[in-house]
């Protein structure tokens, strides 16, 4: 369990008292952030800006990719037929997605302590700290284990299709090793992350995120495994993440951070599981609404095809041919301006869209739910939501005036004329008439 020399030391302080030479150090900061005033607000914004994608942008790429390989296996299990759909967006989105978020929350509360130990020097806490992360989640895995076992009747007993339920509950069991991936995944994330080492998460990321797609390839189309194999393409990629992750700790990435296994881990538990536990209960709450609104579409008449529209639809997709795409043009673009307006960046005109559907213009506009409101599009509901909060404006344009068109629609003569006069194109014949000139 530890001598006694290294007892004492884990339950010293993180922060030390100042000493005169932090007292020096920080009198120095001070007079680099006067000289940093005397700048113009231009440069250092730009500064300041450039600092900030250094450390957010990779950890926002990490985080899209792993959301894109499930939108992937979604989609290959949509291939397949619709309660396949359905109960991959189930499994995943209900069964793995409750558990996610509580774990989630727990590994988070390695951001509080890494930073800590990271800020006062104490750079081979951090590894000790991941370590005992690891556990807690561990176990923390093993009590969660009857939701993947059980999935079935539970699934039932929440009024579920028995067909759906069935075969959720199937995928659930393979997707066991998947929930184990999650304590070991999320600690040495926070871990990295703390050490401002996120560049090797992105690229890490996105070899997964291409090795993910061949797989789940492979093992749908061409070994015909199935919905199984779709389970088994995203458990594997999700294992290949931490384990790339763990191959550039433990061979050099973190020299400072990373000295092997220490059985200082397993000092200190208790209260590394209360911190845990109550960061884990903060993000539950923000992350479990979500998975109770899938649940409750099972009550719904066709709730096999409610279950493939709601998965598909999440972020304001399209089910019919955008799939999330829009969605995530939309998550993005939102994202980034509110972004911009914590930074002082507020803008103060709203963002205009520019749509050919009058009918949709004042549905978006109408605070009322008619009857028949539930046979319309998603997307209407989340562009409402938008302009009753000033961020988007719904302006109306002619069908004949909407240029995107000649890209993606096939167009009378007259129309994809007019279009390409709008555009600023030359036909071949005007063409032929300069370089004749």
């Known amino acids: 369990m530890g001598s006694v020399k290294d007892n004492e030391e884990n339950r010293q302080p993180l922060l030390a008292e100042a000493t005169s030479a932090d007292w020096l150090l920080s009198k120095n900061t001070v007079e680099r952030v006067d000289e940093d005033d005397d700048k113009d607000l231009k440069t250092r914004v730009w500064i300041e800006t450039k600092k900030l994608w250094h450390i957010v942008g990779p950890s926002i790429f990490s985080r899209i990719a792993s959301y894109t390989m499930n939108i992937i296996t979604q989609g290959f ?65 093993f009590l969660l284990l009857p939701l993947y076992i059980f999935a079935t009747p539970i699934l039932r007993a929440l009024g579920q299709p028995d067909d759906v339920a069935e075969l959720s509950g199937m995928v659930a069991l393979w997707f066991i090793p998947l929930h184990f991936s999650f304590a070991f995944q999320f600690p040495i994330q926070r871990f990295l992350q703390s050490q401002l080492k996120t560049a090797v998460l992105a690229w890490v990321s996105l070899a997964v995120l291409a090795i993910h797609t061949v797989v789940s390839w492979l093992f749908v189309y061409k070994l015909n495994l199935g919905i199984v194999g779709a389970a088994v393409a995203l458990d594997i990629s999700w294992w290949l993440l931490f384990i790339g992750l763990f191959w550039y700790t433990a061979c050099g ?117 008619r009857g028949r409101s539930k046979h319309i599009d998603v997307k209407y509901y989340f562009l409402r939501d938008l302009n009753n909060e000033g961020i988007i404006e719904l302006t109306y344009c002619r069908s004949e005036d909407q ?23 030359s036909t071949m014949e005007e063409l032929k008439k300069l370089k004749i000139n």
């Open 77 to 141: 299990a949509g291939h397949l037929g619709e309660v396949e759909l359905a109960a991959i967006s189930i499994s995943n989105t209900v069964i793995v997605g409750l558990n996610f978020g509580l774990l989630l929350g727990m590994a988070s509360a390695l951001e509080t302590l890494c930073g800590q130990a990271f800020g006062a020097k104490k750079h081979h806490m951090l590894g000790i700290y991941m370590q005992r992360s690891w556990i807690v989640l561990f176990l923390c895995c």
């Open 403 to 425: 240029l995107a068109d000649i890209f993606t629609k096939p167009l009378k003569l007259l129309s994809f004329q007019n279009l390409r006069r709008m555009l600023g194109l």
């Open 253 to 369: 990435g973190c020299p400072e951070t990373w000295s092997g296994f220490s059985t200082q881990a397993f000092s200190g538990l208790w209260e590394f599981i209360r911190l845990s536990a109550a960061s884990g209960v903060m993000l539950c709450l923000e992350n479990w609404y979500y998975r109770i609104l899938m649940l409750m579409t099972g009550y719904l008449e066709n709730a096999t095809l409610a279950l493939d529209a709601l998965s598909i639809c999440d972020y304001a997709g399209d089910q019919d041919d955008r799939r999330s795409t829009s969605g995530y043009v939309f998550m993005l673009a939102v994202w980034l301006r509110r972004i911009l307006e914590e930074l002082k960046f507020k803008q103060e005109k709203t963002t205009t869209i520019f749509c050919d559907n009058n009918s949709a213009i004042k549905l978006s506009k109408n605070p009322v739910l």
